[in-house]
């Protein structure tokens, strides 16, 4: 934690001089990012719900790989002046930056949310749904405070 | 001239009083509430459904402490910030010392113990489609509440709007009890109970005429953040393509079809639909996909 916070400093502290810069690249590559999500999310889900067939293998590695999204920094994507007010094409909200420390929380939260679903992705259907839903708070509780509404 | 002035003055008078009572607050009716005992194991259920602690909890209450309705959320509008107040049971600084009828008063007619009118960023005129048992049985949960006794803050709200008078008139035009879509299956009931009253789905979703009252012309249809942030999406069938089962599991889980999240507001509904029986999730469902394209 202490270095994932040490990190998210260096990269504001780097991305602070930024002025009126093309930030194409990085809202690309963190909506990207959030796509990963949402895809191996998907996979688990539509299982959870019953619209498709659990396979433990299919849920085991698209857990795997939410936990593996959950490693990367994410602030790193977040250059300082790439908010909606800033830039088009993004939601992303000022308040991001105003709350860095907040915004490292909520993600660290959702990277424990992702290890439990891990943790028991492979033991069947009925095991996805109760430990889907932790992750879907971690998800909102961003949502929430930190992405613009709707288009 | 004594006579015009006496005309003048009689018609000013009569205006006065027109005016006076067009503006007036109108209670609930208190022999409605006179022999109702609630149930508060079905308020809980009410007080959930309502949202009433969305609005109500501290700022930055998480958890359990969302039960704890000391106010201070504050709500941006074109007319002006309001902030909730505290509505906790304690009887100085939250509304401990109400009667059933004074309770029912606020919540379905915007009408405080006081005869003050609320301003409509309180969703009464979405509750007084409330049966009197409804209220009772919130009523009956909330003396189970935690008292707080945070003070109440004050809203800051401009002129003209900080006229409560003016309220009153608001409510002659636009304050009704009647439903806005038909329902003829018991689903379809609930789920406008639901939609309609309890969750009051059309304060965000439905959008606004020039002095604020819902155009329930486009029912549903999408409305302007008053916040600033972003659009409010249309719940019409046209616009929102998911399917009954869609819409249930993003009720109780957050996710849409596209595995996106709830975000803003939304984000408390959703935990507020999570803790209702299924069959609600299914009701809200059944009465969107029944609205008109």
């Known amino acids: 934690m202490i270095r994932t916070s040490a990190a998210a400093a260096l990269v504001l502290a780097l991305a602070s001089p930024a002025v009126a810069q093309d930030f194409e690249g990085h809202i690309k590559a963190r909506q990207g990012m959030f796509r990963i999500m949402a895809i191996n999310l998907g996979i688990i889900g539509d299982m959870a719900k019953g619209e498709t067939e659990y396979e433990a293998e299919m849920a085991q590695t698209a857990a795997d790989n939410l936990v593996a999204v959950s490693g ?36 660290a939260a959702f990277g424990t949310a992702a290890s439990d679903l891990q943790a028991v992705a492979g033991d069947g259907r009925e095991a996805l749904g109760p430990a889907l839903g932790p992750v879907g ?5 961003c949502h929430d405070e930190y992405r613009e509404s709707n288009d | 001239m004594r006579r015009t002035v006496g005309a003048a003055l009689a018609a000013l008078l009569l205006a006065g009083g027109v005016g006076l009572w067009l503006t007036r607050a109108t209670p609930a009716d208190a022999a409605l509430y006179e022999d109702l005992d609630g ?14 602690a969305s609005c109500h909890h501290a ?17 941006a509008s074109d007319f002006g910030t309001f ?29 405080s113990p006081g005869g003050a009118h609320y301003y409509p960023a309180f969703p009464y005129t979405a509750y007084v489609r409330l049966e009197p048992a409804t209220v009772a049985d919130l009523w009956a949960f909330w003396q189970t509440l935690p008292q707080d006794a945070t003070p109440s803050e004050t809203h800051e709200v401009g002129f003209p709007y900080n006229i409560r008078r003016g309220v009153g008139l608001w409510k002659t035009l636009y304050l009704s009890e009647d439903w806005i879509r038909p329902a003829d299956t018991p689903e379809l009931e609930r789920g406008r109970q639901l939609v309609e009253a309890l969750a009051h789905c059309g304060e965000c979703h439905t959008p606004r005429g020039a002095l604020g009252a819902l155009d329930t012309d486009r029912w549903l249809a999408g409305a302007e953040n008053p916040s600033g942030d972003g659009r409010i999406p249309s719940l019409r069938p046209a616009d929102l393509d ?10 109780e889980s957050g996710f849409t079809p596209d595995y996106d999240t709830a975000g803003g507001h939304m984000v408390a509904v959703v935990e507020n639909f999570a803790q209702l029986p299924a069959a609600d999730r299914e009701a809200v469902a059944a009465y969107l996909e029944a609205l008109p394209e």
């Open chain 1, 137 to 141: 708070d971690a998800c909102s509780s």
């Open chain 2, 83 to 111: 902030v909730a107040p505290n509505v906790s049971p304690h009887p100085e600084a939250g509304i401990g010392d109400w009667s059933l009828a004074e309770f029912a008063s606020a919540v379905t007619r915007g009408v």
């Open chain 2, 39 to 52: 149930d508060a194991e079905a308020g809980e259920q009410v007080f959930v459904a309502a949202g009433c």
């Open chain 2, 59 to 75: 700022p930055d209450a998480e958890g359990e402490a969302k039960r704890v309705l000391s106010g201070g959320q504050r709500f």
């Open chain 1, 72 to 107: 990367i920094n994410p602030l790193v994507l977040f250059p300082e002046g790439s908010s909606n007010e800033a830039v088009e094409g993004t939601r992303a909200l000022p308040a991001i930056w105003e709350n860095t420390g907040d915004v490292g929380d909520k993600w």
């Open chain 2, 242 to 251: 998911w399917s009954k089962s869609d819409i249930a599991y993003y009720l």
